[in-house]
């Protein structure tokens, strides 16, 4: 069942909290604390795991109170790659991991979208953090003229599964330019397809900022695909395209295997493309 009380509707079964499939990865650019707050207050049952963007968590003034305030929601918090790659351009990985223990983040995100790290090297690294830290990995540039092939994403997902992460996102940016997109916006949808052929899906976190690649996503890989990168706004949203209560995913999500009963037996349901 849905994560909330299913009155009359039947909805799609969805796990509750903690989730280890159908994960919502929503990203925090600077909210303040009355932001976390109010989307706790009306969306905290679909947030997973909450990424503090790129190195926005390195300059935030209340980063302890913002800590807290997601861990009393029971919620744990992640630092963007970025600030990894950082750490690592500097020398610094042995303070980074100080760091995050000083403030008592229990994952840590380990990249290699914007830095060319040793393929051999950023392996052992996602061993070494994980014997620490849950390690969620990621694969792809964020340089949209970057063109891996399908083999070597799968290679390295496999790799770095391997190796220790937790889950392995797919690169994608926060505005889905990059990665498993074109620089138009458009998926590589081929990409995708290889990809899930070969690793399972729910080892996998798929960034999808926009709303047509959040639809996409769960049309193809059904309601319980694991998707990051998530707005805080959109959080209910997202929610809605799971459970095909949004006009994007309605006939493949709901009505897939429901059958009209009652009054409505025999009547096709006629559905409109949401704006």
């Avoid at 800590?67 to 600030?83: D, Q």
């Avoid at 991991?97 to 393929?119: M, Q, Y």
Wanted: aromatic share 8%.
């Amino acid at each position: 069942m849905p994560d909330f009380e299913d009155g009359f509707l039947d909805l799609p079964e969805r796990p509750g909290k903690p989730r280890a499939e159908g994960l919502t990865h929503v990203i925090d650019k600077g909210l303040n604390l009355r932001d976390i707050e109010g989307l706790f207050d009306t969306a905290g049952q679909f947030v997973d795991i909450v990424k503090l963007g790129w190195g926005t968590s390195y300059v935030t003034n209340n980063l302890e109170k913002k800590i807290a305030l997601y861990r009393s929601f029971a919620t744990p918090v992640v630092c963007g790659g970025t600030l990894f790659e950082a750490a690592y351009a500097r020398g610094r990985l042995n303070e980074l991991k100080a760091w995050l223990v000083e403030h008592r983040f229990s994952h840590v995100e380990i990249s290699d979208g914007t830095l060319e790290i040793p393929r051999e090297r950023k392996l052992e690294l996602i061993a070494d953090f994980a014997r620490d830290f849950t390690v969620l990995s990621e694969v792809g540039s964020k340089d949209a003229e970057v063109v891996y092939p399908p083999y070597q994403w799968v290679e390295w997902i496999k790799e770095e599964l391997q190796a220790g992460a937790w889950k392995v996102i797919t690169e994608g940016r926060e505005g889905g330019t990059a990665g498993i997109y074109r620089p138009t916006g458009e998926m590589r949808t081929g990409l995708v397809d290889e990809i899930a052929h070969e690793i399972s899906v729910s080892d996998l976190i798929f960034e999808a900022p926009t709303k047509a690649s959040q639809a996409w996503f769960v049309k193809h890989f059904g309601p319980n695909v694991n998707l990051g990168n998530i707005p805080p706004e959109e959080v209910i949203p997202l929610e809605t395209l799971r459970l095909g209560l949004r006009g994007d995913t309605l006939r493949e999500v709901l009505l897939r295997s429901a059958e009209p009963q009652g009054e409505d037996a025999g009547v096709a349901p006629v559905l409109h493309a949401e704006e």
